[in-house]
């Protein structure tokens, strides 16, 4: 039974089996784009194009301006991230006949770091693209959840879609306590064994779960009394359609600060109110941004920061991509969401569209060392046996490439906790 276990075809497949019962976040996102990875045309990055949208006007006859034009926005997927575990198993171990049981502890934890780091690259990539946010470092609610429920549905996302909420054990727990214990589960295509364990309850239409692999954010100085520098800061769809960024200029803030916003900040603006994607009515709510690269204020307190999503305000045709209600006034106050120098736990809550999750197939070797690579609903692993003559041991190198991107990020909500 210990050679068998030993082939590289079986613990290929015995890894990505585990691999694909461990993953949670990983389990409840796209999986796709493998195959346009595979073909040599595409390079490491593709570019997903960005959803046509159109602003009607009235009457029979077209006017001037009532003509949209069909412009194309991308969203590049890169590939870059990679991760291998490597292990070895000696002859002497061989020979008395102990292995099966060690390779399968081997496995498991090949197969769990692998999990772990899949799920924490998603992580990350939600605390650097989501911008919806609040801070529930004083206890986790009902209400915590229902609100960003309710924004995301306010903002487009379709009521009917699967909504997931990601928390802490410690968040998870004191959601628990608050609330009644009978719940129900909704149907969900594609279950694996670690999201069924660490199951806590549905609450408006979250099913939630306890995650271990959450980011934590350490947000940057943030002081000061910040006002935005300058009215009419608004962009034009084609202007970012590619970066879905902008720069926003501000002053006030507390003066020769590095640091002074950190990638992952979460900002919003006086006036400024998010819109209904498909109605382009204001929500209500004050749109945040998230900062997408560290700043440094200037001796007189002025900092130039990286936002998104950018602030489109227009009228008429132009108005179809709108992400704001209205520009912001010059003077206009800042708030910063994520506060002054803290470190928060960030549990996350999102549908399916909001990531793209592609593990990419390694090539098998053709000579001197046997592989094996498996696939399986868009996981991929390879798994690379080699003797090693000179320690005299069986050496196994298991691999995993893949891209995580936030295709939509306001398919999802970033709640703050302070563990």
């Keep these: 039974m210990a050679n068998e276990l030993f082939t590289t075809d079986l613990v290929a497949s015995l890894v990505i089996e585990r691999l694909q019962n461990r993953l949670q976040k990983g389990g409840m996102v796209e999986r796709n784009f493998q195959k346009e990875f595979a073909t040599a045309e595409y390079g490491d990055t593709i570019n997903m194009r960005r959803p046509y949208y159109f602003a009607s006007t009235d009457g029979a006859v077209i006017g001037g301006s009532d003509t949209s034009d069909v412009l194309d926005g991308k969203v590049p997927v890169v590939v870059d991230k990679r991760k291998k575990v490597v292990f070895s198993l000696s002859s002497t171990e061989q020979a008395l006949d102990i292995t099966d049981y060690r390779i399968q502890q081997a496995i498991d934890a090949a197969a769990n770091e692998l999990a772990n780091q899949i799920e924490l690259s998603i992580a990350v990539e939600a605390s650097e693209e989501v911008w919806n946010y609040t801070d529930a470092t004083a206890g986790i609610t009902l209400d915590d959840i229902a609100d960003a429920e309710a924004l995301m549905t306010a903002q487009g996302v379709s009521i009917m879609a699967d909504k997931y909420g990601c928390l802490t054990p410690f968040a998870a727990r004191i959601l628990s306590e608050s609330v009644a214990k ?101 929500t209500g709510e004050l749109q945040d941004f998230v900062v997408k690269a560290d700043a440094t204020s200037d001796g007189s307190g002025n900092v130039t920061v990286t936002i998104s999503p950018p602030m489109i305000a227009g009228t008429g045709v132009a108005a179809a991509y709108n992400t704001v209600d209205a520009a912001p006034a010059d003077n206009a106050a800042v708030t910063v969401k994520t506060g002054s120098s803290t470190s928060r736990k960030e549990n996350l809550i999102f549908c ?31 798994v690379m046996e080699q003797f090693d003559f000179t320690n005299d041991a069986l050496k196994f190198r298991i691999d995993a490439l893949w891209a995580i991107k936030a295709i939509q990020p306001y398919y999802a909500f970033r709640i703050a906790t302070a563990k």
């Design 352 to 382: 399916r569209e909001a990531f793209n999750l592609a593990m990419i197939p390694l090539p098998q070797t053709q000579s001197g060392v046997k592989s094996s690579t498996k696939t399986i609903e868009g996981l991929s692993l390879r």
């Design 182 to 282: 009978d719940f129900s589960f909704p149907a969900v295509s594609r279950v694996t064994e670690a999201m069924e364990r660490a199951k806590v309850g549905t609450y408006s239409s979250v099913m939630c779960m306890q995650d271990q692999v959450l980011n934590t954010h350490d947000s940057g100085v943030g002081t000061g009394t910040i006002l935005v520098n300058g009215a009419s800061q608004d962009v034009a769809y084609d202007a970012v359609s590619d970066t879905w960024s902008q720069s926003l200029i501000l002053d006030g803030a507390t003066i020769s600060t590095a640091g002074i916003f950190k990638t992952g900040d979460v900002i919003n603006v006086a006036d400024v109110y998010s819109v209904n994607k498909n109605t382009r009515s204001s």
